[in-house]
């Protein structure tokens, strides 16, 4: 199927579940789900670096956070549209991935990953210092309850359903064609086995940064609207530990070698936890995640889609040299 077909595809279905949605006429349908569109955004950008180039990012939150405060700036200096603040949080998170890769990528394994983690903490640290955004004490966004286009008026949470649908299917489409592409060749040779990769000319190093920039610029997408979604942001939501665990476990649980898997996970993870917050408690969310992730680490290492893989025959171990030699041809699927 070719990518403008799966994108036309992709926006058949969003509209499907869309309308769906107005005709249970329960405004929890739009809440829970833009909750799990949001994870299925995060997690197919953390996928592109985490995933298909195999350094595992730990600062996830970080770049949700980026795209919170982005539009909590605009929101006080000059209120822009939401479809703006989604442009310009995937700018100014794209470009921290750019930063930050810059800085990092010469570091390999639990080293790459640990510096993530402390570049999350510093930026945790300047947003509560910085008393425009609220500081500690966190800033209010009051969203209007409805949204008028022409004669048509919408409720605000079904505007930002949309909205995240429509992202959502933007970004499987973009991480099908990485995987599909030359770009993709190249990222599979670095997670196979990066220095073979080096030897045989694979621009290594630009494609690395290539992959932060692209994965903190979704990831920044996912946090832009997130300010009018829950209509106070504090920095201990903003840079939650749930982001950051929900982006490496959901990509991990439905398969990291495709676009397909973070999509799995996220469905499946995220509907189980909307569901647990109504009839537990939100409290044990991250413990649903932990059980799910033990269990699918021990029965099947890559994910639902490496496990169906096995189930049908098909091998699902590392095909490095095939993609290396096809990255080096300049070859594309």
Same mark, same amino acid.
């Given at each position: 199927?070719?990518?403008p077909?799966?994108?036309?595809?992709g926006l058949?279905?969003?509209?499907? *579940?869309?309308?769906?949605g107005l005709?249970?006429?329960?405004?929890?349908?739009f809440?829970?789900?833009?909750t799990v569109?949001?994870?299925?955004?995060?997690?197919t950008g953390?996928? &592109?670096?985490?995933?298909?180039t195999?350094?595992?990012?730990f600062?996830?939150?970080?770049?949700f956070?980026?795209?919170a405060?982005? %539009?909590v700036?605009?929101h006080?200096?000059?209120?822009l #549209?939401?479809?703006? $603040?989604?442009?310009?949080?995937? *700018?100014?998170?794209?470009?921290v991935?750019l930063?930050m890769?810059?800085?990092?990528?010469?570091?390999?394994?639990?080293?790459?990953?640990?510096?993530?983690?402390?570049?999350?903490?510093?930026?945790?640290?300047?947003?509560?210092n910085w008393?425009?955004?609220g500081?500690?004490?966190?800033?209010? @966004?009051?969203?209007?309850?409805?949204?008028e $286009?022409? /004669?048509?008026?919408?409720?605000?949470?079904e505007?930002?359903?949309a909205?995240?649908?429509?992202?959502?299917?933007?970004?499987? %489409?973009?991480?099908? *064609? @990485? =995987?599909?592409?030359?770009?993709?060749?190249?990222?599979?040779? &670095?997670?196979?086995? =990066?220095?073979?990769?080096e030897?045989c000319?694979? #621009?290594? $190093?630009?494609?690395?940064?290539?992959?932060?920039?692209? /994965?903190?610029a979704?990831m920044?997408?996912?946090?832009?609207?997130?300010?009018?979604?829950?209509?106070? $942001?504090?920095?201990?939501?903003?840079?939650g530990?749930e982001?950051?665990?929900?982006s490496?476990?959901m990509?991990? +649980?439905g398969g990291? %070698? /495709?676009?397909?898997? #973070?999509? &799995?996970?996220?469905v499946?993870?995220? /509907?189980?936890?909307? &569901?647990a917050?109504?009839?537990?408690?939100s409290?044990?969310?991250?413990l +649903?995640?932990?059980?799910?992730?033990?269990?699918?680490? +021990?029965?099947?290492?890559?994910? @639902?889609?490496?496990?169906?893989?096995?189930?049908?025959?098909?091998?699902?171990?590392?095909?490095?040299?095939r993609? @290396?030699r096809?990255a080096?041809?300049?070859?594309? #699927?």
């Amino acid at each position: 199927m070719r990518s403008p077909v799966f994108f036309l595809l992709g926006l058949a279905v969003a509209a499907a *579940v869309f309308g769906f949605g107005l005709l249970l006429k329960n405004d929890y349908f739009f809440f829970a789900g833009y909750t799990v569109l949001q994870y299925v955004v995060l997690a197919t950008g953390w996928n &592109i670096l985490g995933g298909y180039t195999g350094y595992v990012n730990f600062g996830s939150a970080a770049f949700f956070a980026m795209g919170a405060y982005s %539009t909590v700036v605009l929101h006080k200096v000059l209120p822009l #549209p939401v479809p703006v $603040l989604i442009a310009v949080g995937g *700018v100014v998170a794209g470009l921290v991935g750019l930063g930050m890769g810059y800085l990092t990528l010469r570091l390999r394994g639990a080293f790459f990953a640990i510096a993530t983690l402390a570049l999350a903490i510093v930026l945790q640290t300047l947003v509560v210092n910085w008393d425009f955004v609220g500081g500690s004490r966190g800033a209010y @966004i009051i969203r209007p309850n409805t949204l008028e $286009l022409g /004669s048509l008026q919408i409720a605000y949470i079904e505007y930002l359903f949309a909205l995240m649908l429509l992202l959502a299917v933007g970004a499987l %489409t973009l991480a099908r *064609v @990485i =995987e599909r592409s030359r770009l993709g060749y190249g990222f599979a040779t &670095i997670r196979d086995d =990066e220095l073979a990769a080096e030897a045989c000319g694979v #621009p290594t $190093l630009r494609l690395k940064l290539l992959a932060t920039t692209l /994965s903190g610029a979704l990831m920044g997408m996912a946090g832009a609207p997130f300010p009018y979604y829950i209509g106070y $942001l504090q920095p201990s939501s903003a840079f939650g530990l749930e982001y950051a665990v929900n982006s490496i476990a959901m990509p991990m +649980i439905g398969g990291t %070698t /495709s676009w397909a898997g #973070p999509l &799995i996970g996220a469905v499946l993870l995220g /509907s189980l936890q909307q &569901i647990a917050t109504v009839t537990i408690s939100s409290a044990v969310n991250l413990l +649903i995640v932990g059980l799910l992730l033990t269990g699918f680490v +021990i029965v099947a290492p890559n994910g @639902i889609l490496g496990l169906v893989a096995r189930l049908r025959g098909r091998p699902t171990g590392p095909v490095g040299r095939r993609v @290396i030699r096809g990255a080096a041809a300049g070859e594309t #699927p």
